[in-house]
């Protein structure tokens, strides 16, 4: 695709993502995480990541899940790929499992208990 293309795509997700379209989010996260239209920027892609997994959105939910599994944070992503399991995204069983083995039967059923807690917030659209 034409730069020129990806800029203005990128341009407009922005726009609806910062009008609360929670896809609009998530399709920001991933053109900041590969410099796709907008200037590579981790911050700022696990930043929008986080406010899509936020507002319900599974894929992001998975992927800030596993964000959060790589920086050691293994009872936040344990929530995130839970709430990614229960919206259907199975691969985030599989990682959340393997986590769950490495976690005291406390921590397991904190992390089930702010699952099971969790509502998303509230989205424009």
Known sequence: MHPLKKQNRARWYLKAAEGGY????????LCYSY????????????????RAADRGHSKAQFEHGLGLF????M????????LATRAGETAAAHVKNVILQ?????????AML????????????
């Open 22 to 29: 929670v896809r609009a989010m998530y399709n920001v996260s």
């Open 35 to 50: 410099g796709e239209g907008l200037v590579h920027s981790h911050r700022q892609a696990r930043r929008w990541m986080k």
């Open 70 to 73: 790589s920086e050691g944070e």
């Open 75 to 82: 009872m936040k992503a344990v929530v995130y790929l839970e």
């Open 102 to 110: 490495q976690l005291s039967v406390t921590s397991r059923d904190r």
């Open 114 to 125: 702010l699952a099971d807690n969790w509502r998303a917030l509230p989205t424009s659209h």
